[in-house]
């Protein structure tokens, strides 16, 4: 399965419209709802937030109001086409005046959502674990310098150290003699 390497930001003007590409690695529809509603918090006032995202087989997408099948579907079609997997594509429009047709607005969402694609990297999933370490103060900044290219998710500092993080399956068996507990297997 291929997936987004990162999370990125990719914006172009077609015809005097503003349009802002909005890609994020997810992992459920919890992260695509906090993602949208974050978008219409950073850019406010847009005229649409048309998006589309695939997580493991299953697939969404908006047209926010665009004609039907102008924005959404051309997105989701990008991401297919890509076999892309654990991705959404947020594409905003600042509406600039000019109309721009069926077509018009099929070719700039598609066009918006493979160069944003272009711009960054595709890369092969591949399992990892969603990991929680327990350690002393002492044994902290080892396990931080063990997990410096991990997705950390949580943590908390008290009369000892707990980290959550998303690890991949060499990290994992670099933290054994810190006996982490796996919470979940993931895709990374």
């Known amino acids: 399965m291929l997936c987004i390497k990162k999370d990125s ?12 590409t909005l890609l994020y690695k997810v992992d459920n529809v919890d992260e695509v709802n906090l993602y949208l509603k974050e978008s219409k ?23 926010d109001g665009e004609p039907s099948k102008t924005a959404g579907s051309p997105i989701l079609n990008v991401l297919t086409r890509q076999k892309l997997n654990h991705v959404l594509c947020i594409v905003i429009r ?24 272009l711009e960054n990297e595709i890369v092969e999933l591949q399992e990892g674990y969603r990991i929680r370490v327990t350690c002393s103060y002492e044994d902290s900044q080892k396990i931080n310098y063990i997990l410096l290219n991990s997705k950390i998710i949580y943590k908390e500092f008290s009369d000892i150290v707990i980290i959550e993080a998303i690890v991949t399956s060499e990290v994992f068996m670099n933290l054994k003699n810190y006996s982490p507990v796996v919470i979940e297997k993931v895709l990374i």
């Open 9 to 20: 930001v990719y914006e172009q003007i077609i015809n005097k419209s503003r349009f802002i």
């Open 41 to 63: 918090i950073n850019y406010p006032g847009a005229t649409h937030y048309t998006y589309a995202y695939i997580i493991d087989g299953v697939s969404k997408m908006s047209d």
């Open 94 to 117: 600042y509406f600039g005046g000019i109309k721009l047709g069926a077509g018009g607005l099929v070719r700039a969402y598609s066009s918006s959502c493979s160069d944003a694609l």
